[in-house]
């Protein structure tokens, strides 16, 4: 009887890992593109630089870069475990909602470069 349990609960197991991990690679991959948009504002517009700003861009596009290669979609191993469809909508969610998250984190980006009221920096005497 608990080898029937452990079963039944397999597919909604799986499920709710693949939404957690379609949660991670959504959440880093706007961490990472965010952080290039504003690396590129402290850059480009203020002309300025900040060790600590490069350091977390750099710990963001990391963590993205490993949440990527390291497989957080669902894979083929876990689509034979659990319902084919099921996963396979799971991965192709994963795919839009990071790639609405770089959207995101662009229309923001742009908002900021639009909005920057930045003084005039040659005048400092």
């Keep these: ?14 499920i709710t ?8 690679l959504a959440t880093t991959t706007l961490m990472a593109s965010f952080s290039v948009y ?9 002309h300025a630089t ?11 596009i990391a963590l993205a870069t490993l949440t990527w290669a390291g497989g957080a979609l669902p894979s083929s191993d876990e689509i034979a ?3 084919a469809t099921a996963l ?5 969610k ?3 909602l990071s790639a609405s998250s770089v959207g995101a984190a662009t229309a923001v980006a742009l ?10 920096n040659r005048d400092f005497s």
């Design 81 to 83: 475990a659990g319902d």
């Design 94 to 96: 994963g795919v839009a």
């Design 17 to 24: 890992d693949a939404q957690n991990r379609i949660f991670l």
């Design 50 to 60: 900040c060790a600590f700003c490069f350091a977390s861009a750099g710990c963001s």
């Design 111 to 120: 908002g900021l470069f639009l909005g920057a009221d930045v003084p005039d």
């Design 1 to 14: 009887n608990n080898n029937n349990n452990d079963n039944d609960n397999t597919v909604p197991t799986i």
């Design 38 to 46: 504003l690396v590129s504002l402290i850059l480009g517009v203020l």
């Design 88 to 92: 396979v909508e799971w991965r192709k």
